[in-house]
């Protein structure tokens, strides 16, 4: 089955093989619940709790493919959600500080990563915060849909970084990469629509 979606992000135009391994890598059924493990391969979104999803296989491997991770980079992720991202930066060699602003998801993914022998650094928090105490990062990605590119979160890159996000307060969202040029200065490129849950600012649960 694991196979079978690796084909397909591939027919879909998932060309880094290296993001196609980690599809194969990784049992995204773990990150279900039991109930549904056998479509877990499919190419499809599924709620995780808390109002949220784990995203489609294909906007994970979009996503993961436009940030163009090199190993040992140092990688922010806001909103950890099922973990299932933060195991795929994993597995591609980054060093993953991943925010998420549900506890209950928080601690499910925490458990999961440690599980599955990943070793990333897992926060309870406000994304729009950022991890300042760990910054600067070499690149961020979003999984949630942000009104607006989170200044803060910018201020938190490397200078020649990347942020992947995607930006809109409606049902859909443009993808957008953020490449900081200096301080004070960003250049922005659009890749698509796409739908995600939104990311809320100070709140927490």
Same mark, same amino acid.
């Given at each position: 089955?694991?196979?079978? +979606?690796?084909?397909? +992000?591939?027919?879909?135009?998932?060309?880094?093989?290296? /993001?196609?391994?980690?599809?194969?890598? $990784?049992?995204?059924?773990?990150?279900?619940? %039991?109930?549904?493990?056998?479509?877990?391969?499919?190419? =499809?979104?599924?709620?995780?709790?808390?109002? !949220?999803?784990?995203?489609?296989?294909?906007?994970?491997?979009?996503? =993961?493919?436009?940030?163009?991770? !090199?190993?040992?980079?140092?990688?922010?992720?806001?909103?950890?959600?099922?973990?299932?991202?933060?195991?795929?930066?994993?597995?591609?060699?980054?060093?993953?500080?991943?925010?998420?602003?549900?506890?209950?998801?928080?601690?499910?993914?925490?458990?999961?990563?440690?599980?599955?022998?990943?070793?990333?650094?897992?926060?309870?928090?406000?994304?729009?915060?950022?991890?300042?105490?760990?910054?600067?990062?070499?690149?961020? $990605?979003?999984?949630?849909?942000?009104?607006?590119?989170?200044?803060?979160?910018? %201020?938190?890159?490397?200078?020649?970084?990347?942020?992947?996000?995607?930006?809109?307060?409606?049902?859909? !969202? !443009?993808?957008?990469?953020?490449?900081?040029?200096?301080?004070?200065? $960003?250049?922005?490129?659009?890749?698509?629509?796409?739908?995600?849950?939104?990311?809320?600012?100070?709140? /927490?649960?």
């Amino acid at each position: 089955m694991r196979r079978q +979606l690796v084909r397909e +992000l591939s027919d879909r135009g998932i060309k880094s093989k290296q /993001v196609l391994d980690c599809f194969e890598a $990784i049992p995204r059924h773990y990150f279900l619940d %039991n109930a549904f493990a056998e479509q877990a391969y499919s190419n =499809t979104a599924f709620q995780i709790g808390s109002g !949220q999803t784990i995203s489609h296989p294909y906007t994970v491997a979009y996503q =993961t493919e436009l940030l163009d991770i !090199q190993k040992g980079e140092k990688i922010l992720e806001i909103g950890s959600g099922s973990g299932f991202q933060t195991c795929v930066l994993c597995e591609m060699g980054a060093k993953v500080f991943s925010v998420e602003r549900h506890k209950e998801l928080h601690l499910k993914a925490k458990n999961i990563v440690r599980q599955l022998k990943y070793n990333a650094r897992l926060s309870f928090g406000d994304g729009y915060k950022g991890l300042p105490t760990f910054a600067p990062f070499d690149k961020i $990605i979003i999984t949630c849909g942000a009104p607006e590119i989170p200044e803060e979160l910018v %201020n938190q890159m490397k200078v020649g970084g990347i942020m992947i996000i995607p930006i809109g307060e409606g049902v859909e !969202q !443009q993808m957008k990469k953020i490449v900081k040029i200096s301080d004070g200065e $960003i250049t922005i490129e659009d890749f698509g629509v796409f739908k995600f849950v939104p990311m809320l600012e100070n709140k /927490v649960k």
